[in-house]
């Protein structure tokens, strides 16, 4: 084979790339996105930080989760696990280019979250304070372009340190929340082409617990939120947030964002019924330039929870829910805060409007506390 | 008793409306899909997506309708890839040493009016519409050039492979062209008689097609000369014109080893050579050249690089076409 002719074609046969227009968003949990990911006035659990500092008034009790474990993934992600069981990832020329024949026009997403949480409740009244240390892992995958098949990869590592309290102001009736964080990036993408395999060239290797070659940056952003809790005997709540978001030299900014919520609680028996509304990023910061979908940033869902056992805590919970223009379901199986095993099937918007490209994920999540 | 029988009948009846409400939002709110793309991105994002999962046809519709440049050529891609061909598959073929270049395009030369016009539409993007042409696009017009101009000529030729001996053989090997001049006697004069490769050729090359035709010339000592010379000046966004075009800014730069393998693809420049052709009547008139100042009125002897072309140029060119 006259290789030099393939070569020839290295430089010049580019691709379009776009990593930019999911809305890559910190550590959306399990429950969350059970509901359609919703949160910012519903959360309760350990990710509430990360959806709204003055939900940690939702919180009633305490506990620390060690660990927290939550993997996220799209249906061909299995295709990574069965690469990496052949003793490595993409090898082979003959391994990259099956690869690319046979996911084309895929995206395989895997995201892992671990870590440590802690919150406690100081007086039942909305008064805690709680904190999170976790590590976010994403490997995603884009196999693109008939007409030169090519895998655009994208890598990031977070280590996220949050810390928050609530407040009630006044009767109680307001809550205030803050809540600040520091973030350790890593991350990198790349574009490995046909022509590269042909060529002999080695994959970028890919490490579980870092991103090699990667930029790397560090950043502190703060949190600012409100409860308005309705004196009604459905928990009716509106919320509010502000985040900062995350100025990056080296790595990929977070966008700031503000966002409304609304949620309403039912109690019957041993029965519970919570629902749920957000509008996120009010100020349509996420996105591409001219990204103005509303589709895209309503969030809507519920949740029925049976058999109590705490004020906040119930034996088995069914979730669904709407994001981005699609529905997502989730379940959840909970021994207080000493074990807690739920699920979450979602879509996520990958195109550029609710309802152009989906990619359905499912996130696992289990953790150990007391 | 009864105001709290009141007060549970009207907590039910507010929790049923409660619930009801938020379902029905919810069950709107399942509905709530974008149209379509509304921003550039949008549409951009679109026609990338609708290419890469080969939705050739909705591809062809947004990427063209997006616009830019970059959508624009993977319309041109997608026109390609629904005829079956793309850039990288042919560079593939190519890379094999085993196979003879010219018999690699030769494979690829579109087989139905539908392929034919998929590629047309494909050199028309790239060419016409793009405003910054790369070096790679110039390259696929050059060979969307090349395969459709190599099409009329496998038509003219009877061009066909023969894999036992690895070699093209055509009309001429059997002495059956249909364009192949002809010397007979009327019974009173002798006649070259010379029909001419017709006008369906130089339109489809050139965009443009005329003819001189000659009647009873009298070439001296008992010698006339009939028939017809075909003809064409190319015209801008013609198949040559662009396949000059692509070739001058392609071999500008570009690779050694694709601009080696593609030299028989440069078919405007070895064609408007200003070769002329001739016909040998033997003694005493001899050699008769078919293009020939000598006859003013008529198509005269050619002249390279003249954006001209005509029957002699070509049958000059068909004796060593360089496949």
């Given at each position: 084979?006259n290789?030099?002719?393939?070569?020839?074609?290295?430089?010049?046969?580019?691709?379009?790339t776009?990593?930019?227009?999911?809305?890559?968003?910190?550590?959306?949990?399990y429950?969350s996105?059970?509901?359609?990911?919703?949160?910012?006035?519903?959360?309760?659990?350990s990710?509430?930080?990360?959806?709204?500092?003055?939900?940690l008034?939702n919180?009633?009790?305490?506990?620390?989760?060690?660990?927290?474990?939550?993997a996220?993934?799209?249906?061909e992600?299995?295709?990574?696990?069965?690469?990496?069981?052949?003793?490595?990832?993409?090898?082979?020329t003959?391994?990259?280019l099956?690869?690319?024949e046979?996911?084309?026009?895929?995206?395989i997403?895997?995201?892992?979250?671990?870590?440590?949480n802690?919150?406690?409740?100081?007086?039942k009244k909305g008064?805690?304070i709680?904190?999170n240390?976790?590590?976010?892992?994403?490997?995603?995958f884009?196999?693109?372009?008939?007409?030169?098949?090519?895998?655009?990869?994208?890598?990031?590592?977070?280590?996220?340190k949050?810390?928050?309290?609530?407040?009630?102001?006044?009767?109680?009736?307001f809550?205030?929340?803050?809540?600040?964080?520091?973030?350790?990036?890593?991350?990198?993408?790349y574009v490995?082409?046909?022509?590269?395999?042909?060529?002999?060239?080695?994959?970028p290797?890919?490490?579980?617990?870092?991103?090699?070659?990667?930029?790397?940056d560090?950043g502190?952003g703060?949190?600012?939120?409100f409860?308005?809790?309705?004196?009604?005997p459905y928990?009716v709540?509106l919320?509010?947030?502000?985040?900062?978001?995350?100025?990056?030299?080296?790595?990929?900014?977070i966008p700031?964002?503000?966002?409304?919520?609304?949620?309403?609680?039912?109690?019957?028996?041993?029965?519970?019924?919570?629902?749920?509304?957000?509008?996120?990023?009010?100020?349509?910061e996420?996105?591409?330039?001219g990204?103005?979908?509303?589709?895209?940033?309503?969030?809507g869902?519920?949740?029925f929870?049976m058999?109590?056992?705490?004020?906040?805590?119930?034996?088995?919970?069914?979730?669904?829910?709407?994001?981005q223009?699609?529905k997502?379901?989730?379940?959840?199986?909970?021994?207080?805060?000493?074990?807690?095993?739920?699920v979450?099937?979602?879509s996520?918007?990958?195109?550029?409007f609710a309802?152009?490209?989906e990619?359905?994920?499912?996130?696992?999540?289990?953790?150990?506390g007391? | 008793?009864?105001?709290?029988n009141?007060?549970?009948?009207?907590?039910?009846?507010?929790?049923?409306?409660?619930i009801?409400?938020?379902?029905?939002?919810?069950?709107?709110?399942?509905s709530c899909?974008?149209?379509?793309?509304s921003h550039?991105?949008?549409g951009?994002?679109?026609?990338?997506?609708?290419?890469?999962?080969?939705?050739w046809?909705?591809?062809i519709?947004?990427?063209t309708?997006a616009g830019?440049?970059?959508t624009?050529?993977?319309?041109a891609q997608?026109?390609?890839?629904r005829?079956?061909v793309?850039?990288?598959?042919?560079m593939l073929?190519?890379?094999d040493s085993t196979?003879?270049?010219?018999?690699?395009?030769f494979?690829k030369?579109?087989?139905?009016?539908?392929?034919?016009?998929?590629?047309?539409?494909?050199?028309?993007i790239i060419?016409?519409?793009?405003?910054?042409?790369?070096?790679?696009?110039?390259?696929?017009?050059?060979?969307?050039?090349g395969?459709?101009?190599?099409?009329?000529?496998?038509?003219?030729?009877?061009?066909?492979?023969?894999?036992?001996?690895?070699?093209?053989?055509?009309?001429a090997?059997?002495s059956?062209?249909?364009?192949?001049?002809?010397?007979?006697n009327?019974g009173?004069?002798?006649?070259?008689?010379?029909?001419?490769l017709?006008?369906?050729f130089?339109?489809n090359?050139?965009?443009?097609?005329?003819?001189d035709?000659?009647?009873?010339?009298?070439l001296?000592e008992?010698?006339?000369?009939?028939?017809?010379?075909?003809?064409?000046?190319?015209?801008s966004?013609?198949?040559?014109?662009?396949?000059?075009?692509?070739?001058?800014?392609?071999?500008?730069?570009?690779?050694?080893?694709i601009?080696d393998?593609?030299?028989?693809?440069?078919?405007?420049?070895?064609?408007?050579?200003?070769?002329?052709?001739?016909?040998?009547v033997?003694?005493?008139?001899?050699?008769?050249?078919?293009?020939?100042?000598?006859?003013?009125?008529?198509?005269?002897?050619?002249?390279?690089?003249d954006l001209?072309?005509?029957d002699?140029e070509?049958?000059?060119?068909?004796?060593?076409?360089?496949?």
């Open positions: 084979m290789k030099k002719i393939l070569l020839s074609l290295y430089f010049i046969l580019l691709f379009h776009a990593f930019a227009i999911e809305y890559r968003r910190q550590f959306q949990d429950r996105l059970g509901m359609g990911n919703t949160g910012i006035a519903s959360a309760n659990n990710a509430t930080l990360f959806y709204n500092p003055a939900a008034a919180i009633t009790d305490g506990w620390v989760d060690i660990p927290a474990i939550q996220t993934y799209s249906p992600a299995s295709a990574i696990y069965a690469e990496i069981q052949k003793g490595g990832f993409l090898e082979t003959e391994d990259q099956a690869f690319m046979e996911y084309m026009g895929k995206k997403y895997v995201q892992v979250d671990a870590g440590i802690a919150f406690i409740n100081l007086d008064t805690t709680g904190g240390y976790m590590v976010e892992r994403i490997l995603d884009d196999i693109q372009n008939p007409a030169l098949p090519e895998i655009a990869g994208f890598e990031r590592y977070d280590q996220m949050l810390v928050g309290f609530s407040y009630p102001i006044g009767l109680g009736q809550v205030l929340g803050l809540g600040a964080q520091t973030l350790i990036r890593k991350e990198r993408s490995f082409t046909t022509t590269q395999a042909l060529a002999g060239e080695a994959f290797s890919i490490a579980l617990t870092d991103v090699a070659d990667g930029s790397s560090t502190t703060y949190d600012v939120g409860l308005f809790r309705f004196a009604s928990r709540v919320a509010g947030v502000w985040r900062s978001g995350i100025s990056m030299d080296e790595a990929t900014d700031p964002e503000a966002a409304l919520g609304f949620t309403m609680a039912h109690e019957f028996g041993p029965f519970k019924w919570v629902m749920a509304i957000d509008v996120r990023d009010l100020t349509q996420q996105g591409s330039e990204d103005k979908s509303w589709a895209r940033r309503i969030h869902g519920m949740e929870a058999f109590p056992t705490s004020d906040l805590n119930y034996l088995l919970t069914v979730r669904g829910g709407y994001n223009g699609y997502s379901l989730g379940a959840e199986f909970r021994l207080g805060n000493s074990l807690v095993i739920g979450a099937q979602f996520e918007e990958v195109g550029e309802g152009d490209k990619n359905k994920r499912t996130a696992a999540y289990v953790s150990l007391f | 008793m009864e105001r709290s009141q007060s549970t009948k009207n907590h039910s009846k507010t929790t049923k409306w409660s009801s409400l938020f379902v029905l939002i919810l069950f709107l709110l399942l899909k974008d149209d379509g793309a550039l991105a949008a951009i994002q679109s026609c990338y997506d609708l290419f890469n999962d080969g939705n046809d909705e591809a519709e947004i990427c309708d830019t440049d970059e624009l050529h993977i319309a997608a026109y390609m890839a005829s079956g793309s850039l990288f598959t042919i073929d190519l890379s196979m003879d270049p010219s018999k690699t395009m494979d030369i579109p087989n139905t009016a539908a392929k034919r016009s998929d590629y047309n539409k494909a050199l028309s060419m016409d519409d793009i405003e910054f042409i790369t070096e790679d696009m110039y390259l696929e017009s050059l060979i969307l050039s395969l459709l101009v190599f099409d009329q000529l496998k038509d003219l030729l009877t061009l066909e492979w023969d894999s036992t001996n690895d070699l093209f053989t055509t009309c090997d059997s059956s062209c249909s364009y192949a001049p002809d010397a007979t009327d009173t004069d002798d006649i070259l008689l010379f029909t001419g017709g006008s369906t130089y339109t090359i050139c965009g443009d097609s005329s003819s035709a000659y009647n009873n010339v009298d001296g008992g010698f006339n000369r009939d028939g017809t010379v075909f003809k064409c000046t190319i015209q966004d013609s198949l040559l014109d662009y396949n000059k075009i692509a070739v001058n800014e392609y071999y500008a730069g570009g690779s050694t080893e601009k393998a593609m030299l028989p693809f440069k078919f405007y420049e070895n064609m408007d050579q200003g070769g002329n052709v001739s016909e040998d033997g003694a005493p008139i001899n050699t008769v050249y078919f293009c020939d100042d000598a006859i003013p009125l008529y198509t005269p002897e050619p002249t390279s690089d001209k072309l005509s002699c070509i049958l000059s060119y068909l004796t060593n076409p360089g496949f």
